[in-house]
């Protein structure tokens, strides 16, 4: 099947008019500071797809429940969203006019990827650790996070750019790739999604980078999550020094005593950065990435539904803050539509019905090459998403809903 891949408007130069350029944010420390058969009809580019930037900075596509409030205050979101990045980042893999383009009356999919950048790391050698397909289906009455293992063994396609031959590698090693030679994150994300697409089949609607460091002032800015912790488990990133968090690194230089954080059993109230550290541990948990994968997950449903009880989606101020803060977490790719268009295909939606689902049962699934590879319900599960008949895999298979609350 041939991909037209004119759907996608292309990449403004900087200083140009109507985008911001993708600068790499830097990484906030706890403070807020750093650094701690496809159609041959050619689309037009659409004015304003404020849909993609709302639904991405809420978390996951689900905060527009309060739909009479958004459209009132639509000159203030318009304002305020004018500084979060907007590129090409699907690439081939964007869908074709013959899977449904940009039309929002079938399903839609985003791919959502998420990088720990460091002020201190080059554009074009950032990897992306967090890999989240984004489903609704056609019903547009649910939604569904699925998490793809950082290391899963993929096959990586060629590019005369990047100087690749085109190979198997971790699956984090895609975005890698794509970065070299200059292509940054765009070119990062659109061999990630062409990787993901070989190998699920599997077309995007949208794709965002997300930042996990500008996470922390989105979160600050709807106040705390609810986050339920499974497992004891002591920061490897982080420690308290003098009753303030700090990353090792500086905490270090500092010469004083180093408290290490640590989060306990049960269900608690968590500030950005704590929030933000939580969902970075990997290492010391029992299933190592499998586990990451249901945290950040947790986090991204925390989110949605923090910012759909406490006003801020009525509230044109809190509104305004919350989606200024997202303007350095995001860079983002859509086919354009309007909010009008996308709150009434919607507003069905809402934060409870953020379904997350895991792969390989939440547990390792090593191959011959000491590398993930995905089970045959993981496949299974993909195709059901290409089919739009997610619904009802879940229903016959249960083991692979998320073991978080």
């Not at 980042?89 to 999919?109: F, R």
């Not at 953020?354 to 089970?375: D, I, K, P, Q, Y």
Request: hydrophobic letters at 35%.
């Amino acid at each position: 099947m041939s991909v037209q891949t004119s759907r996608r408007p292309h990449s403004p130069a900087p200083g140009s008019s109507g985008r911001v350029p993708p600068v790499i944010p830097t990484q906030p420390g706890p403070g807020g500071r750093g650094p701690g058969g496809g159609g041959k009809k050619k689309r037009t580019k659409r004015k304003d797809p404020l849909w993609a930037k709302l639904t991405l900075v809420f978390g996951a596509m689900l905060m527009v429940t309060s739909g009479v409030a958004i459209v009132g205050s639509k000159a203030v979101i318009g304002q305020a969203t004018s500084n979060i990045a907007q590129r090409n980042l699907l690439g081939d893999a964007g869908k074709t006019d013959a899977e449904g383009g940009a039309s929002l009356e079938g399903p839609i999919d985003m791919l959502l990827l998420g990088v720990d950048a460091r002020a201190r790391w080059a554009a074009d050698d950032v990897r992306s650790d967090t890999i989240i397909i984004l489903h609704i289906p056609a019903s547009h009455d649910q939604a569904y996070l699925i998490s793809i293992p950082r290391d899963t063994e993929a096959h990586i396609p060629p590019s005369e750019k990047a100087g690749w031959k085109g190979g198997t590698d971790k699956i984090n090693a895609a975005f890698q790739v794509g970065a070299r030679n200059g292509g940054g994150w765009e070119g990062g994300a659109q061999m990630m999604a062409k990787t993901i697409k070989g190998m699920t089949g599997i077309s995007f609607d949208g794709a965002a980078i997300i930042n996990f460091g500008g996470f922390k002032n989105v979160i600050d800015a709807i106040g705390t999550v609810r986050i339920c912790v499974t497992e004891e488990v002591s920061s490897l990133h982080m420690s308290m020094v003098d009753g303030k968090p700090m990353w090792n690194a500086d905490a270090k230089k500092t010469g004083k005593a180093m408290k290490p954080v640590t989060y306990k059993k049960g269900c608690q109230e968590m500030e950005g950065w704590q929030a933000l550290d939580y969902s970075r541990q990997r290492k010391t948990l029992r299933n190592g990435d499998y586990d990451r994968q249901q945290n950040q997950q947790q986090l991204i449903k925390a989110m949605a539904k923090k910012a759909s009880q406490n006003g801020t989606l009525s509230n044109p101020l809190k509104l305004n803050a919350l989606i200024k803060a997202a303007g350095k977490a995001f860079v983002l790719d859509t086919g354009g539509t309007s909010i009008e268009d996308f709150i009434f295909t919607m507003k069905g939606v809402t934060g409870n019905d953020l379904v997350a689902l895991r792969t390989n049962g939440g547990t390792f699934n090593g191959n011959g090459n000491n590398r993930e590879a995905l089970n045959q319900l993981s496949m299974d599960m993909f195709q059901a998403v290409k089919d739009d008949k997610l619904a009802e895999f879940v229903v016959n298979n249960p083991s692979v809903l998320s073991t978080r609350k």
